[in-house]
């Protein structure tokens, strides 16, 4: 009886260390446009959420392990679900309990300084900082002065109406963000443009969507029905 005990306090001490939160999405794309000046504002930032597993209240703490940046002019920044922090700040907390759940967002500052750049922020239990979960968050920051210089009618969408899979191209965008926006105005899809890569959309429902296709030179917008 005293072995079971104690093969039954293992098994229940195993399944507390298990990780008692997770993250929707651990790798995020954030794409955007500079200030028009250096004394201008510029936020480019993505988001994601963290969602409480466990019943009691839990401390999580979390660490910027990275941080790349392509000029020192350029400043990032984290939203926890509690605060924003300063873009100095690279350690914090939060508490959150029951089954809740709560946004985290991630942002960078690029003044009027194209380029690229990194954060990647620990995420772990004050118990025990050995089980963790990383977001990596990738900015790019474009040159805004050409913003919708490009036509909507070089976008081409095949077939529309579309069925499970569908081509899109733009002669001027090839390279940047592509997303499907439903009629309520929720991103249902995103990804990095990739020059004649078709899009499976078979588990969208029937509706009206549009494409926004993002690149340095603008955007161009149209619409497609999924039957």
């Known amino acids: 009886m005293l072995k079971r005990i104690l093969l039954l306090c293992i098994f229940v001490s195993s ?29 480019i930032f993505e988001h994601t959420v963290l969602r409480h597993q466990g019943g009691a209240i839990e401390t999580i703490k979390w660490i910027r392990t990275d941080n790349t940046l392509p000029d020192p002019a350029w400043e990032s920044a984290i939203c926890d679900i509690i605060n924003c922090r300063a873009p100095e700040v690279d350690t914090g907390s939060f508490q959150i309990g029951g089954t809740d759940t709560g946004e985290l967002s991630f942002h960078f500052y690029p003044k009027n300084i194209r380029g690229t750049g990194t954060m990647t922020i620990r995420f772990f239990r004050e118990s025990n900082p050995l089980d963790y979960s990383e977001v990596v968050i990738n900015c790019q920051a474009w040159k805004a002065a ?22 899109i191209n733009h002669p001027e965008i090839i390279s940047g963000m592509i997303e499907l926006i439903d009629i309520s105005g929720r991103i249902v899809y995103s990804a990095s443009v990739i020059e004649g890569q078709p899009i499976d959309i078979s588990n969208l429902e029937s509706g009206i969507y549009t494409i926004r296709l993002t690149g340095e030179n603008g955007v161009a917008i149209k619409q497609f029905i999924k039957n």
Do not use: C, M, R
Request: avoid cysteine; glycine fraction near 6%; charged fraction near 15%.
């Open 146 to 167: 050409s913003i919708g210089s490009i036509s909507n009618e070089a976008l081409t969408v095949y077939p529309n109406p579309v069925i499970d899979v569908i081509h």
């Open 15 to 43: 399944i507390t260390a298990k990780a008692q939160f997770t993250i929707d999405d651990d790798t995020l794309y954030a794409y955007g446009y500079v200030a028009p000046t250096s004394l201008g504002y510029a936020d």
